[in-house]
Nanobody, 115 residues
Framework: QVQLVESGGGLVQPGGSLRLSCTTS????????MSWYRQAPGKQRELVAF???????NYAVSVKGRFTISRDNNKNTVYLQMNSLKPEDTAVYYC?????????WGQGTQVTVSP
């Protein structure tokens, strides 16, 4: 059974930082492209960042320079370090594991950026 479990969300003030984690089980983690998405109320889910199996990374323009995605293949975990957070970063954040035609999603973790 494949599971992706996100953690690390919460309430933070503008300018603050959070680190999200997504721990997986049931997949050979090292072979998967891992991504973080987010969905704000009333908006479509959007790609935030991804990291390939050989550590190539890419970011949405809105988060480039503020967020960093990384992975630890020994811990089957992908991270999203979020710095200089803004109110517009408020959303539910989801991780996704992708390999070929297989997509697996986590349940999401809420991030709220507010004074």
């Amino acid at each position: 059974q494949v599971q992706l479990v996100e953690s690390g969300g919460g309430l933070v003030q503008p300018g603050g930082s959070l680190r999200l984690s997504c721990t997986t089980s049931g997949i050979i983690f090292g072979g998967y492209l891992m991504s973080w998405y987010r969905q704000a109320p009333g908006k479509q889910r959007e790609l935030v960042a991804f990291i390939t199996s050989d550590d190539f990374t890419n970011y949405a323009v809105s988060v480039k320079g503020r967020f960093t995605i990384s992975r630890d293949n020994n811990k089957n975990t992908v991270y999203l370090q979020m710095n200089s957070l803004k109110p517009e970063d408020t959303a539910v954040y989801y991780c996704k594991a992708k390999k070929g035609g297989l997509d697996y999603w986590g349940q999401g973790t809420q991030v709220t950026v507010s004074p």
